[in-house]
């Protein structure tokens, strides 16, 4: 098996995280949900810095690729 070992999420990560949420989700998520995606984002942050493929089924991740600009599969 393969081990993949990243760092942890720059500040500049949760500054674009905050941002994505409060500007595309804020007024349609809340509580639990809204910290969830916010996890999600940071994400599909570390998978684009990475250069990493992004991988799930998931809707939340549809949205957040789309205004991250990346390529999410989903089969």
Known sequence: PSTILTD??????????ADIVRKN???TYTGESLDRLTHDVLIAISAYRSGADLWARDKDFQLICRFLHITL???
């Open 8 to 17: 942890a999420p720059a500040t500049e990560d949760w500054i674009l995280a």
């Open 25 to 27: 989700f804020w007024s």
């Open 73 to 75: 599969y989903n089969h």
